[in-house]
C-alpha cells in the first residue's frame, strides 16, 4: 500500500519539502531519474545488495532499505557484484565487527573492477565513533556511513553520494522521531517483522545495544494495529512483534495506558493474521497478565525465548538483569503451568568478567532445570563503554572455552531429547521455501518455531497445512502432509 504513491508526479526540479516522509519520496524520484539515465547509459537497471547482519531488529530495517531501493527502480543483486552495496552492521559482539572490516577488504577488489559501484553501511556498528573513524582512515573508499536513527533518509543520503564524491556521514545521537510511512520490500509474501518498540532502556552491563539503539520508544497501538491489518490484507499470516524487550511495551507512552498483553490480545483480533510471534521477552518484565494473554489467544505461538543469560544470581547481579536463579526458576513454572505445550528457548552467555567455575554450574543447573528447547550461546564479548569492560577479572580465554564447550554439549544433548516431544502427532506447519537440500521437499514451521521437511512443492509456501511428524531428527522432523486445507 506504501508503493502506490506515484515518484513520476513528484517535481524535482522544485526545492526539496521540509515534511517527511515527503521529502524522501522526493529524493527517491530523483534517484529514480538517475537510475533511468544509468539504465539509457549502460543498457541494464543498477542493482543493489543489501546484507543483514545483525538481529530481527536490523533484518526488518534492511526491508525497510531494500524497499526504498527498489522503489527508486533499482534492480535488487543477489551478492555484492553489484552498483550499491549496503551492509546493515550488527556490534553486539566483537566479531560481528571484524566480519564488517574483513568484507571491506573484499569490497575493494569489487570497487576496483566496477567504477559505477558505491559502498554504503549503516546500523548498529556505526553508532560507534571508533568504528566510524577506524573506516574514515582506513577504508577511504566506502561512499556513504549512517545510523540506527535515520535508516529513512538512505534516498536523500544515497543521492548526496551520487552527486559528491567524498564520503558521505551521517549519524545521529539519538531520536525522538520514527518515519514509518515508506516502502518495504518484505522478504517472505506470508510473514513479517512489525516493530512496536525502538530502542532499550535496560543497561544489561555487557550489552552495547542501549548505546547504539537509543532510549526505549514504543510506538502507539493504533499505528501497529493499522500496520498489521495492511500486512493482513496484503496476505500477512505471521507477525513478529519486534522489540529489544517487549514486555515492556507501552510503559513509556504519553498519549495511552497499554500493556504488552494488552497489545497481544488487540492483534489475535486482526482477521486474517494466524500466527503472532514477539521478540524478545525480558525476564524482569514478564507480567501475570501476559502469560494470561498469550494462554487466551489461540493465534499467539507456543514459544516463547526468555535470555536467561546466567543461571549465577551473583553474576546476574553484577549484569544488571534483575532477577534472581530463583525468580527466573519460579517463572518458567509460572509459564508452563498456564501453557504446558511451551517450547522454551534462551541465550547465555559464557565467560562474563568475574565467572567462576560455582557460577557456570549454577548456569548449567538452570539448563538440566528448565530443559530448554534450544539456546542461543555466547562467549562474553567485552564492548568498549559498556559497565562490564571496566569490571576487573576477565574471565581468561581457555577457561571461558572450555566451559562453553560443557555448556553446548549439555544444550545440545537436552535439545535433541525435548524438542522430538511431538514425533507422530499432527501438527499445523506454515510452509516457508522449497527445501535446497532435497529436491520435492519444502520446509515450514510449528506453532512452536521447530522445522519440517516434508514432501511438497511450491504452491504449498505461505499456506498453514497439517503433517504429520513421521521421523524425529534431533533439531527438526521429516513429515507428511495430511489432508485438510489452509482453512481456520
Ligand atoms: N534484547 C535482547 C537481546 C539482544 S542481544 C534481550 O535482552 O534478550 C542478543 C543476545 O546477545 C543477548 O541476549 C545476549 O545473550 C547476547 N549478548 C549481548 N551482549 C553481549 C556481549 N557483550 N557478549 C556476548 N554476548 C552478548
Ligand atoms: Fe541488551 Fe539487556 Fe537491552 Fe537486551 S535488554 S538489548 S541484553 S541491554
Ligand atoms: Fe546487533 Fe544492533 Fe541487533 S547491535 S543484535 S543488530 S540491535
Redo the contacts with the bound molecule.
Sequence with gaps: MYNEIDLDKIDINSEPPEKEPDRQYYFMAKCRKWVKDFEQKNGRLPKAFVLNMG?QMNARDSEKLKGILLQMGMEAAEDETADLVLYNTCT??DNANQKVYGRLGYLQTLKKKNSHMKIALCGCMMQEPEAVERIRKTYGFVDLIFGTHNIFKLAELFFQCLVDSAMVVDVWDSTDKSVEQLPTERKYFFKSGVNIMYG?D?F?S????PYVRGRERSRPSKEILKEIRELAKDGVKEVMLLG??VNSYGKNLAQEQICFGQLLRQVNEIEGIRRIRFM?S?PKDLSEDLIAAMRDCEKVCRHLHL?L?SGSSRILKLMNRRYTKEQYLELVERIRQAMPDISLTT???VGFPGETEEDFLETLDVVRKVRFDSA?T????K?TGTPAASMEEQVPQELVKDRFDRLLKEVQRISSQVCMRDAKTVQKVLVEDENDHQKGYVSGRLSNNLLVHFPGDASLIGQIVPVELVEAKGFYYIGRQQSGSDAG
Excluded: A
Design positions: 538481529c553486539v559482539r532499550c535496560n544489561c555487557y550489552c552495547i545495544v529489544q524487550n524478545t525480558h535470555p543469560q541465550d547465555i552467555i542461543f555466547f562467549l562474553y564479548s564492548r
